[in-house]
């Protein structure tokens, strides 16, 4: 599968990655979720994995995934249910790319700092 | 079917498959707020140090958050296993397709029961003192 290039090929693509990378991560969050019925101890344990720097590092990749696949989501939509918008679609894309790094940048500052201890 | 000028999926023309394109746009959309707003919760208003036994003891007090947690889940499960069966029509060959599916569909079950058990039937012991 694979369409003619330009930004609707990236955006196509990374909404694929990101969709199956925040599945993945759905099905291991809820794998340690169930595991509290373990109990406090095991559960408090199991959970401290997210606290491991590079976790943390995973973590803002996550919201990264979560916040374009969204993003790209409400575009999909506005051109499916607004067909004029179509002739714009490229100038809706660099929207979006700006409004994900906007927001990510104080997301990822914030995510980061108790790891680098800024 | 139209040509897609959107790079998206072309509006189905209807049955099943118009119902499931018309669900990926509403649990989107219902998922923007949902799942953003869980991450925001968990990684910004409190961060990944916070959360622990207690700290979901104490959200699971009433029933607000575990409504919020179950409908949460249920939509991105859904949502997710449309998904990634719209990429094993694509990439998967039509011989194995149908197997492929029916597995995906499964282990898509099994993660739903376990993360619903965990959300409605979650009841607090006394925790130590972390």
Redesign the interface.
């Known amino acids: 599968m694979w369409y003619r290039g330009g930004v609707g090929q990236w955006s196509w693509i990374l909404h694929r990655v990101t969709g199956v990378g925040v599945l993945v991560f759905l099905c291991l969050h809820i794998l340690d979720t169930f595991l509290i019925i373990l109990g406090p101890e095991q559960y408090n344990h199991i959970i401290a994995l997210y606290r491991v720097p590079l976790f943390r590092v995973m973590e803002v990749g996550l919201f990264a995934s979560v916040l374009f696949h969204a993003l790209n989501g409400v575009r999909i939509i506005l051109i499916d249910f607004w067909v004029d918008l179509t002739r714009f679609q490229r100038r809706l894309f660099y929207a979006e790319v700006a409004c994900f790094v906007v927001v990510m940048i104080p997301v990822a500052y914030l995510m980061l700092r108790p790891v680098f201890g800024w | 079917m139209t040509t897609s000028?959107?790079?998206?999926s072309p509006?189905p023309s209807g049955g099943f498959e118009l119902w499931a394109w018309l669900f990926m746009?509403l649990s989107?959309?219902a998922?923007?707020g949902l799942?953003?707003g869980h991450?925001v919760i968990m990684?910004?208003l409190n961060?990944?140090?916070a959360?622990?036994?207690?700290f979901?003891a104490g959200r699971y007090v009433g029933w607000f958050w575990r409504g919020y947690d179950l409908a949460m889940?249920l939509l991105?499960?859904l949502h997710?296993?449309n998904?990634?069966r719209t990429?094993l029509d694509?990439?998967v060959p039509a011989r194995r397709r149908r197997a492929a599916v029916t597995l995906l569909y499964l282990?898509g079950a099994v993660?739903l029961v376990?993360?619903t058990?965990?959300?409605v039937?979650?009841t607090p012991?006394t925790?130590?003192h972390?």
């Open positions: 000028l959107s790079y998206s509006k746009r989107g959309l998922l923007l799942a953003l991450l990684h910004l961060n990944v140090d959360i622990d036994y207690n979901v889940l991105a499960m997710g296993l998904g990634a990429l694509d990439y282990i993660f376990m993360g058990v965990a959300i039937c979650f012991v925790a130590p972390s």
